[in-house]
């Protein structure tokens, strides 16, 4: 077993690192009871009791055990030269002896001293007296000497049996039980009933022993200084061992040298889970896991407040790492990580998941870079990589790059705090290389330069280049048999097809000034060489039926014909003034007889619209998990409701009789409801918690405190419920 290591402990208070718990005997019925002011046994009465001397406590008594045919040792030490041991008893009580004492070298007695062969008086020019009890003899060398003094030129004499006397008969001494002790009952010295020392020096039979400050009682140590410390310190490099549990009140623990709380054990009712700590050889790790009676058990670690959980190290690995420890190896350039996941054989498909609810934030990945190896901030400079994605794979020796996206300050524009121009690029290895080299980069005037060639997929795929034409593909006709109005022909193809027209198809063009005479022998193909403008004092038709005579430049389309067409500038003027300017969020309704209006959409209950820029957000609001406060003792829930209650009484919750799977209730004991709390079951429903189900229509009790709460979850609709979550001392089902 691992030797646990504590400091002192404070009467109601904590254990203090140093210090080691200590194994009092072998057994399940022998347990410690921190903190206090000693050790109790299973029936909470007085084992060992101790009490500190102070702050200027140097000396101390120290518990040794022995091997074989070796007695244990009670021995003093501290910082003095020479410490002593004063047994002291309470009231009138004595101090007994065994039989036999060995191993002490020196022992005071009030003013007597008994050191070697010698019985000394402490006390400068006293007297050492001898004096039995009531009508008990002095013996000294096993001979029994007069009770009283002789008459005037008595003679001391002895009758032969060890009895000394001078005119008296001999005093009879019998021998009494083997092993028992001789105590002081006040008027004469009695056996002892059950304390027994045998030949070995083992002590037994004793109930109850007081040393110093520590009381010795049953499976108890405990101390009788008020809040005095219990201080277990074995000799040299020794341990103190336990076979067994220790058991620490709720919310006590571990505190430093200067008695701050360094671990708090705080404890759950009916709990079943706990952590477990365990050591590991050379080259291995310790491990901190979770075990218990559930088959999948979480592990939780919380931060207090909005404090966070910080891992510190040089890195942190999530999963099984196989031989690359915490980095990875391309192509011989080791990366190194403060972060990795790392699966082998795992059947997760995905290894890293960003998952979250919320209605205005999406899961978002965020990189930062600082220029400085310092906690200094230090602004990035043009050209300076900031966030980089390498995909590497192995290769059948080593792992080698099959492309990466880097995105970084461009290399040229102003940086500061208004200006942050970009890059970016996209990079693939090519066959036969293990370099990614470039194929697309994108710098921040949004120019996109492709190392190679571009294919715009197949089918109904197009391309847009800033017009409203859409274009579906680019064609090598050169007979232009495929054109059509979605595809454009390759600079060969056009001078193909003009190469190859007839040459007796172009015609001369001859006339009057500002007329033009068009030869029509070949309508698709007339050749105009005009030096001036052209009049067209009739009508025109360009492909049509419709014969145009005139062109207007009318802002009001006044003067619109079904034989004119207006300029470009007359139509926009025109579109302009009749179409409305809309707001952001706008939008036009229609409007019976009349032009459509502009106007915002008016939200209805539970609806908010929120107009952007050429944007309109709809969204649903209130709902969610209603929360009610319960002043009463009396209480019928509805679903996906959180109930807080006040009254300071026990008060009954009574669960609804209709609800669906997925329904859940909250019952929260304020700091004023001391009573606790009662969730009912309505008739013929069940309430499960821990694997355990009530009675139909039955009931969860929780104790009489403050602060208790519970959340059921509904798992078969109108029938039964589930604890998902309990803050409890004891939970009682009915």
Same mark, same amino acid.
């Given at each position: 077993?691992?030797?646990?290591?504590?400091?002192?402990?404070?009467?109601?208070?904590?254990?203090?690192?140093?210090?080691?718990?200590?194994?009092?005997?072998?057994?399940?019925?022998?347990?410690?009871?921190?903190?206090?002011?000693?050790?109790?046994?299973?029936?909470?009465?007085?084992?060992?009791?101790?009490?500190?001397?102070?702050?200027?406590?140097?000396?101390?008594?120290?518990?040794?055990?022995?091997?074989?045919?070796?007695?244990?040792?009670?021995?003093?030490?501290?910082?003095?030269?020479?410490?002593?041991?004063?047994?002291?008893?309470?009231?009138?009580?004595?101090?007994?002896?065994?039989?036999?004492?060995?191993?002490?070298?020196?022992?005071?007695?009030?003013?007597?001293?008994?050191?070697?062969?010698?019985?000394?008086?402490?006390?400068?020019?006293?007297?050492?007296?001898?004096? *039995?009890?009531?009508?008990?003899?002095?013996?000294?060398?096993?001979?029994?000497?007069?009770?009283?003094?002789?008459?005037?030129?008595?003679?001391?004499?002895?009758?032969?049996?060890?009895?000394?006397?001078?005119?008296?008969?001999?005093?009879?001494?019998?021998?009494?039980?083997?092993?028992?002790?001789?105590?002081?009952?006040?008027?004469?010295?009695?056996?002892?009933?059950?304390?027994?020392?045998?030949?070995?020096?083992?002590? %037994?039979?004793?109930?109850?022993?007081?040393?110093?400050?520590?009381?010795?009682?049953? /499976?108890?140590? =405990?101390?009788?200084?008020? /809040?005095?410390?219990?201080?277990?310190? *074995?000799?040299?490099?020794?341990?103190?061992?336990?076979?067994?549990?220790? $058991?620490?009140?709720?919310?006590?623990?571990?505190?430093?040298?200067?008695?701050?709380?360094?671990?708090?054990?705080?404890?759950?009712?009916?709990?079943?889970?706990?952590? !477990?700590?365990?050591?590991?050889?050379?080259?291995?790790?310790?491990?901190?896991?979770?075990?218990?009676?559930?088959?999948?058990?979480?592990?939780?670690?919380?931060?207090?407040?909005?404090?966070?959980?910080?891992?510190?190290? %040089?890195?942190?690995?999530?999963?099984?790492?196989?031989?690359?420890?915490?980095?990875?190896?391309?192509?011989?350039?080791?990366?190194?990580?403060?972060?990795?996941?790392?699966?082998?054989?795992?059947?997760?498909?995905? $290894?890293?998941?960003?998952?979250?609810?919320?209605?205005?934030?999406?899961?978002?990945?965020?990189?930062?870079?600082?220029?400085?190896?310092?906690?200094?901030?230090?602004?990035?400079?043009?050209?300076?990589?900031?966030?980089?994605?390498?995909?590497?794979?192995?290769?059948?020796?080593?792992?080698?790059?099959?492309?990466?996206?880097?995105?970084?300050?461009?290399?040229?524009?102003?940086?500061?705090?208004?200006?942050? *121009?970009?890059?970016?690029?996209?990079?693939?290895?090519?066959?036969?290389?293990?370099?990614?080299?470039?194929?697309?980069?994108?710098?921040?005037?949004?120019?996109?330069?492709?190392?190679?060639?571009?294919?715009?997929?197949?089918?109904?795929?197009?391309?847009?280049?800033?017009? =409203?034409?859409?274009?579906?593909?680019?064609?090598?006709?050169?007979?232009?048999?495929?054109?059509?109005?979605?595809?454009?022909?390759?600079?060969?193809?056009?001078?193909?097809?003009?190469?190859?027209?007839? %040459?007796? =198809?172009?015609?001369?063009?001859?006339?009057?000034?500002?007329?033009?005479?068009?030869?029509?022998? !070949?309508? $698709?193909?007339?050749?105009?060489?005009?030096?001036?403008?052209?009049?067209?004092?009739?009508?025109?038709?360009?492909?049509?039926?419709?014969?145009? !005579?005139?062109?207007?430049? +009318?802002?009001?389309?006044?003067?619109?014909?079904?034989?004119?067409?207006?300029?470009?500038?007359?139509?926009?003027?025109?579109?302009?003034?009749?179409?409305?300017?809309?707001?952001?969020?706008?939008?036009?309704?229609?409007?019976?007889?009349?032009?459509?209006?502009?106007?915002?959409?008016?939200?209805?209950?539970?609806?908010?619209?929120?107009?952007?820029?050429?944007?309109?957000?709809?969204?649903?609001?209130?709902?969610?998990?209603?929360?009610?406060?319960?002043?009463?003792?009396?209480?019928?829930?509805?679903?996906?409701?959180?109930?807080?209650?006040?009254?300071?009484?026990?008060?009954?919750?009574?669960?609804? %009789?209709?609800?669906?799977?997925? +329904?859940?209730?909250?019952?929260?004991?304020?700091?004023?409801?001391?009573?606790?709390?009662?969730?009912?079951?309505?008739?013929? !429903?069940?309430?499960?918690?821990?694997?355990?189900?009530?009675?139909?229509?039955?009931?969860?009790?929780?104790?009489?405190? =403050?602060?208790?709460?519970?959340?059921?979850?509904?798992?078969?609709?109108?029938?039964?419920?589930?604890?998902?979550?309990?803050?409890?001392?004891?939970?009682?089902?009915?």
């Amino acid at each position: 077993m691992t030797t646990i290591k504590w400091t002192a402990f404070n009467d109601g208070d904590n254990v203090k690192v140093g210090d080691e718990v200590v194994g009092l005997r072998n057994g399940a019925n022998y347990r410690f009871d921190f903190p206090g002011n000693g050790i109790l046994d299973e029936n909470g009465n007085y084992l060992l009791a101790y009490i500190t001397n102070g702050a200027g406590a140097v000396n101390y008594i120290q518990f040794k055990n022995n091997a074989t045919s070796n007695a244990p040792i009670l021995t003093t030490l501290g910082e003095d030269a020479d410490v002593g041991l004063t047994i002291s008893t309470k009231g009138s009580g004595v101090i007994s002896m065994p039989a036999t004492v060995s191993d002490i070298t020196q022992l005071n007695v009030d003013n007597i001293r008994i050191d070697g062969s010698t019985i000394s008086s402490t006390s400068t020019n006293t007297n050492v007296e001898i004096t *039995p009890n009531g009508t008990g003899d002095l013996v000294l060398d096993g001979l029994n000497w007069p009770q009283a003094d002789g008459s005037t030129n008595s003679i001391l004499y002895t009758n032969g049996a060890g009895q000394l006397g001078w005119t008296t008969s001999a005093f009879p001494v019998t021998p009494g039980t083997i092993n028992h002790l001789l105590r002081s009952d006040g008027t004469d010295w009695v056996e002892t009933a059950n304390a027994t020392i045998d030949a070995s020096d083992v002590l %037994s039979g004793i109930s109850e022993i007081n040393v110093d400050n520590l009381n010795i009682d049953g /499976n108890t140590i =405990s101390s009788t200084d008020t /809040n005095g410390n219990i201080n277990l310190v *074995p000799d040299g490099n020794g341990n103190v061992t336990t076979t067994n549990n220790i $058991q620490i009140s709720d919310t006590k623990g571990v505190i430093d040298e200067n008695g701050n709380k360094q671990l708090v054990f705080n404890t759950t009712g009916l709990a079943v889970n706990h952590i !477990d700590i365990t050591n590991a050889a050379t080259g291995n790790s310790p491990i901190l896991s979770v075990e218990g009676d559930d088959a999948d058990i979480d592990f939780t670690i919380a931060a207090k407040g909005t404090g966070n959980i910080l891992f510190d190290g %040089s890195n942190v690995i999530c999963g099984n790492p196989g031989t690359e420890a915490s980095g990875i190896n391309i192509n011989g350039v080791t990366y190194n990580s403060t972060f990795k996941v790392s699966n082998i054989s795992a059947t997760d498909i995905a $290894q890293t998941i960003l998952h979250r609810h919320s209605t205005t934030l999406q899961p978002l990945i965020v990189t930062a870079r600082s220029n400085s190896d310092t906690d200094a901030h230090v602004a990035v400079t043009n050209g300076m990589p900031l966030f980089s994605l390498y995909a590497s794979g192995w290769t059948a020796s080593h792992y080698d790059l099959f492309g990466a996206i880097n995105i970084g300050a461009d290399a040229t524009g102003t940086i500061s705090s208004t200006s942050s *121009p970009g890059s970016m690029s996209f990079q693939v290895t090519a066959d036969g290389s293990n370099t990614p080299t470039t194929w697309l980069s994108v710098t921040n005037n949004k120019a996109a330069t492709f190392a190679g060639n571009v294919t715009i997929g197949t089918g109904s795929n197009t391309l847009t280049l800033n017009s =409203s034409t859409a274009i579906s593909a680019i064609i090598d006709d050169d007979t232009f048999a495929t054109a059509s109005a979605t595809n454009v022909p390759t600079a060969e193809s056009v001078k193909a097809y003009v190469d190859g027209l007839d %040459s007796g =198809s172009v015609k001369s063009v001859t006339g009057t000034s500002n007329e033009v005479d068009v030869d029509n022998t !070949d309508a $698709q193909n007339p050749v105009l060489s005009l030096s001036s403008t052209i009049n067209a004092p009739g009508t025109f038709t360009v492909q049509s039926t419709i014969a145009i !005579d005139a062109i207007i430049d +009318d802002d009001t389309f006044a003067t619109a014909t079904a034989t004119n067409i207006p300029t470009a500038e007359s139509v926009k003027a025109y579109v302009d003034g009749v179409a409305p300017v809309l707001t952001d969020g706008q939008v036009l309704i229609g409007d019976t007889g009349n032009p459509p209006q502009a106007a915002t959409l008016t939200p209805g209950t539970g609806i908010s619209i929120a107009g952007g820029a050429g944007s309109i957000t709809i969204s649903a609001t209130g709902g969610g998990f209603a929360v009610a406060t319960v002043a009463g003792t009396s209480q019928t829930a509805a679903v996906n409701t959180m109930y807080i209650l006040l009254n300071a009484g026990q008060t009954t919750v009574t669960l609804p %009789s209709t609800f669906s799977v997925g +329904d859940s209730v909250v019952l929260v004991g304020s700091t004023a409801n001391t009573g606790g709390w009662v969730l009912t079951a309505e008739t013929g !429903d069940t309430i499960t918690y821990n694997g355990a189900a009530t009675t139909a229509g039955g009931t969860i009790t929780c104790s009489a405190l =403050s602060g208790q709460t519970i959340e059921v979850v509904a798992d078969v609709a109108n029938t039964s419920w589930v604890v998902t979550d309990t803050v409890n001392t004891l939970l009682t089902l009915a």
